[in-house]
């Protein structure tokens, strides 16, 4: 498996957790911690990617959650399982404000 692949499926765990625990900022490191140990041994150097991704999802989430209500209406967030949002907003934070040479033209 690539390694960004990796480093992203390890992001999308820590938001379904960070999320699960009620969205509290102070639990996200230790999360981001636990799962790079876990899921990303010999991925040292994605480490930094994870902490991008998942802290770029929290600090932009109100702006992804707009995007996600209005893509979908009669999809409250709420009705969305977690897994879904975790992955819904993962994505849309790479598409939107993540460096455009790390996510291929395809995507």
């Not at 994870?50 to 109100?62: E, F, Q, S, T």
């Not at 404000?97 to 033209?105: A, I, L, M, Q, Y």
């Amino acid at each position: 498996m690539a390694s960004r692949h990796l480093a992203r499926s390890i992001a999308m765990r820590c938001l379904f957790e960070w999320y699960f625990h009620g969205r509290k900022d102070n639990t996200l490191p230790a999360l981001l911690e636990r799962n790079k140990k876990e899921f990303g041994l010999g991925l040292e150097e994605e480490y930094e990617f994870i902490d991008l991704l998942v802290r770029g999802v929290v600090g932009n989430i109100a702006q992804i959650d707009s995007i996600i209500e209005k893509a979908a209406p009669a999809w409250p967030l709420e009705q969305i399982t977690a897994v879904d949002r975790a992955i819904l907003r993962l994505s849309l934070y790479e598409l939107l404000f993540g460096s455009h040479d790390e996510v291929p033209p395809k995507v």
